[in-house]
């Protein structure tokens, strides 16, 4: 078992940032790849953006040049930082972790979430 813990979310004018982290704990993979992902109310969980164990990354084009993803040298923490947020980043951001080396696009492929956390962007 994998347990996902994300922190960072809160409230924010448009133009600020945030930093959301995503603690991983129990049995690692040995290859993995973690995404991070946004849902907002009535629709589908939408990725925004993920890594891989090697460190390829992957980018929503609404999010490219303002969101970063990355992650600590034990691959235990991954990071999103989101600068230049806007009103239509608001929702629900959750972490999320494949034993692959592949950053699926899709949600449905990822084995293990974290519970969430409220990304609030403010006009």
């Known amino acids: 078992q994998v347990q996902l813990v994300e922190s960072g979310g809160g409230l924010v004018q448009a133009g600020g940032s945030l930093r959301l982290s995503c603690t991983a704990s129990g049995r690692p993979f040995s290859t993995y790849a973690m995404g991070w992902f946004r849902q907002v109310p009535g629709k589908d969980r939408d990725i925004v953006a993920g890594?891989?164990?090697?460190?390829?990354?992957y980018y929503k084009d609404s999010v490219k040049g303002r969101f970063t993803i990355s992650k600590d040298n034990a691959g235990n923490t991954v990071f999103l930082q989101m600068n230049s947020l806007k009103p239509e980043d608001t929702a629900v951001y959750f972490c999320?972790?494949?034993?692959?080396?592949?950053?699926?696009?899709?949600?449905?492929?990822?084995?293990?979430w974290g519970q969430g956390t409220q990304v609030t962007v403010s006009s």
């Open positions: 999320a972790v494949v034993k692959s080396s592949y950053v699926y696009t899709r949600d449905d492929v990822y084995d293990y």
């Open positions: 890594i891989a164990w090697r460190g390829t990354t």
